[in-house]
């Protein structure tokens, strides 16, 4: 009964988000029509995602490398992340904040494909090492990706309110997945009305939270009258309900900026 109640819900909030699309195909100003559509998506996760886990819009996101994100439709920061820059709802993250990003796309192709896969490539290259340990504690790792890593790497999904057949996107996406590493392909992929592509064991049939050497890629279509958001926010709490990170290290941001003079000295 409870996931049926829940299923319902999710039904009417899907009829809602198409609604608010439909609507926004008025907007004249092509930009207006695309952040209206990731506004509607974020409003989405913030109400899924786990309580220390945020959506934010509008953030660009360093590395203490002094490299930098391309522009983000959607990052998924932790609810501490200390704010770098907030100007007129523009942030700057650190890296180490970050656990994941959503590409919105309005109408899901090829082209578009090639164009998440390749931002979320380049948001996963970015180093996360600025942090300070926990003394007395036992070091925390998180399997992903066929490795472990000492830190939550950041997930990366795309989200569309329509697009091409989902087979169809399957195959752009395998022709982008093929020739690179596990590491840079995205989590899985989403289609408002359609269903969804994830990564699983192709003797079993398990999916998986993210892609691995040798994983199959599956088309998960959805219920006629369910949509995606059931399946997706089942998906989000199990991808981010373990999201973790220690405490943030700014030195290594303020590279060679001088903090100051030592100008005097006493000794007891």
């Excluded at 008025?26 to 952040?35: L, M, S, V, Y």
């Excluded at 490398?65 to 522009?71: A, E, L, R």
């Excluded at 989403?190 to 050497?213: C, E, I, N, Y």
């Amino acid at each position: 009964m409870t996931q049926e109640k829940l299923g319902r819900i999710l039904a009417s909030v899907a009829k809602r988000m198409r609604a608010d699309f439909e609507q926004s195909r008025n907007f004249h100003h092509n930009g207006e029509a695309g952040t209206s559509r990731e506004l509607l998506i974020r409003e989405f996760l913030s109400g899924y995602l786990p309580s220390h886990v945020e959506a934010i819009h509008n953030a660009e996101v360093i590395a203490a490398t002094g490299d930098v994100s391309p522009q983000c439709d959607i990052v998924l920061i932790d609810r501490d992340t200390p704010p770098f820059t907030s100007l007129q709802g523009y942030r700057v993250i650190p890296n180490e904040c970050v656990y994941g990003m959503v590409e919105v796309k309005t109408k899901l192709d090829g082209q578009q494909i090639v164009d998440a896969c390749n931002k979320i490539s380049r948001m996963r290259s970015l180093a996360k090492g600025s942090y300070r340990p926990i003394a007395g504690t036992l070091p925390r790792s998180t399997r992903a990706y066929g490795r472990k890593w000492d830190y939550f790497p950041t997930s990366g999904m795309i989200v569309a309110f329509d697009g091409l057949n989902l087979d169809t996107i399957a195959q752009h996406l395998m022709g982008w997945c093929r020739s690179r590493n596990p590491v840079e392909w995205p989590d899985s992929v989403w289609v408002a009305g359609r269903g969804h592509l994830q990564w699983g064991d192709p003797k079993t049939g398990a999916l998986f939270r993210s892609p691995m050497a040798g994983a199959s890629l599956y088309q998960v279509d959805c219920l006629p009258d369910q949509d995606i958001l059931l399946t997706l926010a089942l998906h989000l709490n199990i991808h981010f309900s373990d999201a973790w990170m220690n405490p943030l290290d700014l030195i290594p941001y303020s590279g060679a900026t001088p903090l100051g003079n030592i100008s005097n000295r006493w000794t007891i």
